[in-house]
Nanobody, 122 residues
Framework: QVQFVESGGGLVQAGGSLRLSCAAS????????MGWFRQAPEKEREFVAR????????YSADSVKGRFTVSRDNAKNTVNLQMNSLKPEDTAVYSC???????????????WGQGIQVTVSS
């Protein structure tokens, strides 16, 4: 079974940092582009960032650019999201996902983690 397990979420004050990790199993991790998405209550799922299979190319949404950094360690089958300068509007459930397509939209992803809560207080 393909499985992604997110960790590192929780409650943080505005201006603080969190590092999310996504541990993958059940697939050849190094052949997939990986993405991070978030969804706040009563909001549509929002693209956050993606990283290609080798880790050589990344792209972040304008809303998080300069604050969030996506990285991966293929030897450990993990993808990470370093979140700095957090704002209350970053509060959401964050999910990692895998695709062999370009991976700039949620519809392109085949496999999803269960999501993890990030809450930023003011």
């Amino acid at each position: 079974q393909v499985q992604f397990v997110e960790s590192g979420g929780g409650l943080v004050q505005a201006g603080g940092s969190l590092r999310l990790s996504c541990a993958a199993s059940g697939l050849t991790f190094s052949t997939y582009n990986m993405g991070w998405f978030r969804q706040a209550p009563e909001k549509e799922r929002e693209f956050v960032a993606r990283i290609d299979a080798t880790g050589g190319s990344t792209y972040s949404a304008d809303s998080v650019k300069g604050r969030f950094t996506v990285s991966r360690d293929n030897a450990k089958n993990t993808v990470n999201l370093q979140m700095n300068s957090l704002k209350p509007e970053d509060t959401a459930v964050y999910s990692c996902a895998a695709t062999r397509l370009l991976g700039y939209t949620a519809e392109e992803y085949n496999y999803w983690g269960q999501g993890i809560q990030v809450t930023v207080s003011s």
